[in-house]
């Protein structure tokens, strides 16, 4: 199976997930443009890890990852 069929995504990319320099608009953009958006998450507080799902999940319906 390759990876894009095993992770449901057009492209063979994985976007990194980058703490500290980057939000859910970068994610947002990776999944929709085919690759595996990623959210840095282990830096978040509860309440800001809330707001980027609820980002991501009103603009994107394509998988995504998160990285804690």
Same mark, same amino acid.
């Given at each position: 199976? !390759? ?5 449901? =995504? !057009? +492209?063979?990319? =994985?976007?990194?997930?980058? #703490?500290?320099?980057? &939000? %859910?608009? /970068? *994610? =947002? #953009?990776?999944?929709? #443009? ?10 978040? %507080?509860? @309440?800001? +890890? @809330?707001? @980027?799902?609820? *980002? =991501? !999940?009103?603009? *994107?319906? !394509?998988?995504?990852? /998160? &990285?804690?």
């Amino acid at each position: 199976m !390759k990876l894009e069929d095993h992770l449901q =995504i !057009k +492209l063979p990319i =994985i976007q990194a997930p980058m #703490a500290g320099v980057q &939000n %859910s608009a /970068l *994610t =947002i #953009a990776v999944s929709n #443009a085919g690759g595996l958006g990623s959210l840095a998450c282990a830096m978040l %507080s509860m @309440e800001k +890890l @809330e707001q @980027e799902l609820e *980002t =991501i !999940k009103g603009h *994107t319906d !394509k998988p995504y990852n /998160l &990285n804690f």
